[in-house]
């Protein structure tokens, strides 16, 4: 009989986002100790209980994870590796304060990454985009597409943690592995709807506004264009549930734990691309319920289509897919339903 070996702690920062939530238990289901790390500034405390209620009692430090001394109790037991999600993810924001997503998203990750270093972590995967290729010249978009010129500061520090991570890691080969993974358009919600999507304000991203809109938190959805060159119309992108991208942060760190002092970058995916009125019309058949919706002018910055190739994940990490666009509505739908039975 083959003994199991000791549960290894993993350090989540940003773990009570709605992506770090859904990783912190998807490394519980995998046999990890996940290590949540997460000042609230993005998130919400209710977060925290919905974790509690899926995997029973976790490791919280309400710190910032830049902060030495802070973190110090962190590091007190053994770390085998760090998921870095902790960042500010506001475009329009980073517009009008560049100088604090620099701050925090570049300096926060290059400090971060010193502690990790310091304390002898030797896998970190880290939280990227796929808004770092821009308007895409060729569809679907592999990871040796060209990196364009960012849209916006936000945009901007994803690119330039990719690049720090790299210089980093050349300037001690080997001695910490880094998997770069280059998300495209997470939804849902977990299906237990213990956990999801908390936009702080009224939300920026087509899903979770669509389903306000449904719930009558906000007003009608605004398409933003009818006009681009796509079947339809409107802007095509790739939506992959967050329960699938949870899994795959754990594929990457098994990828990391067998291939030590490595550094790569995946691309996650479903490697097919929805457009927004192809959105709505799945929302109507998983639900039933139709989106109050208009159409409105082009929203500045929105590519036209872009959608991942995920070939590379597959074959590397083990990693696909597996919920459908239908499944990501009716989750992210039962979340929000949740929400509205807690407040009344």
């Not at 995997?55 to 962190?74: F, I, K, Q």
């Not at 880094?178 to 920026?204: K, M, Q, T």
């Not at 639900?287 to 070939?311: E, Q, S």
Request: net charge negative.
């Amino acid at each position: 009989m083959t003994e199991a070996r000791p549960a290894q702690r993993i350090v989540v920062t940003g773990g009570a986002g709605f992506i770090g939530s859904h990783t912190v238990v998807a490394l519980h289901e995998a046999g990890y100790v996940p290590v949540i790390v997460d000042d609230l500034r993005n998130s919400h405390e209710s977060a925290l209980d919905g974790i509690r209620a899926l995997v029973g009692e976790v490791e919280c430090h309400r710190v910032d994870c830049g902060d030495a001394d802070a973190m110090a109790p962190v590091f007190e037991r053994p770390v085998l590796g760090a998921i870095h999600f902790a960042a500010d993810k506001a475009v329009g924001e980073s517009v009008a304060h560049p100088e604090k997503y620099f701050d925090n998203n570049v300096g926060g990750t290059a400090r971060f990454t010193a502690l990790l270093r310091r304390h002898g972590v030797k896998h970190l995967v880290f939280s990227s985009s796929c808004t770092v290729y821009g308007e895409a010249e060729s569809l679907p978009v592999a990871e040796d597409a060209p990196i364009l010129p960012a849209a916006s500061p936000y945009g901007y520090t994803k690119q330039a943690c990719e690049d720090f991570l790299r210089m980093a890691h050349g300037a001690a080969e080997g001695d910490l592995g880094v998997a770069l993974l280059r998300y495209f358009n997470p939804i849902g919600a977990h299906p237990s709807a213990h956990i999801g999507e908390l936009p702080l304000g009224p939300p920026p991203n087509l899903v979770p506004y669509l389903i306000q809109a449904v719930a009558g938190i906000q007003g009608p959805l605004t398409v933003f264009g009818d006009d681009y060159p796509t079947e339809d119309g409107t802007c095509i992108r790739d939506y992959l549930h967050v329960c699938d991208l949870a899994e795959a942060h754990v594929a990457a760190l098994a990828w990391l734990e067998g291939n030590a002092g490595e550094l790569d970058t995946f691309n996650l995916g479903t490697g097919c691309g929805c457009s927004v009125k192809q959105v709505i019309a799945a929302f109507h058949a998983a639900t039933g319920l139709k989106v109050p919706h208009r159409v409105g002018d082009r929203r500045p910055g929105d590519v036209t289509a872009i959608y991942a190739d995920p070939g590379k994940a597959e074959r590397l990490l083990g990693w696909t897919t597996r919920r459908s666009l239908e499944e990501c509505l009716a989750d992210a739908w039962r979340w929000q339903q949740r929400l509205m039975n807690d407040a009344h």
